[in-house]
Nanobody, 127 residues
């Protein structure tokens, strides 16, 4: 049994920064790709960023490139998402996900089949 638990959400002003983290408990996720999705009210869940099992490769949605950075600490079983220059349109519940088989290239269009999900953490960006 593996659980993903997000933390770090909150309220921040536009232009500010925030870090959300995801900790995996249970067995190790040594060869898992991990990443983040977000879902705003009334909208479909969308891909944000992902990082492969050894941290060597990352992928970002165009809307967050240059502003968000994903990183992984394998020893701590943690994946972090550093968010800067936040905009009101970044407001959403941010979900952590992990999958052993599916490469990052298919995550954006196949999120509903990813193996593991956290419960989400709310990020609110005010104007």
């Amino acid at each position: 049994q593996v659980n993903l638990a997000e933390s770090g959400g909150g309220l921040v002003q536009a232009g500010g920064s925030l870090r959300v983290s995801c900790v995996a408990s249970g067995r190790a996720l040594s060869y898992y790709t991990m990443g983040w999705f977000r879902q705003a009210p009334g909208k479909e869940r969308e891909f944000v960023a992902a990082i492969n099992w050894d941290g060597a490769n990352t992928d970002y949605a165009d809307s967050v490139k240059g502003r968000f950075t994903i990183s992984k600490d394998r020893a701590k079983r943690t994946v972090n998402l550093e968010m800067t220059s936040l905009k009101p349109e970044d407001t959403a519940v941010y979900y952590c996900a992990a999958d052993r088989l599916r490469p990052m290239s298919v995550w954006a269009k196949n999120y509903n089949v990813l193996e593991l999900w956290g419960q989400g953490t709310l990020v609110t960006v005010s104007t």
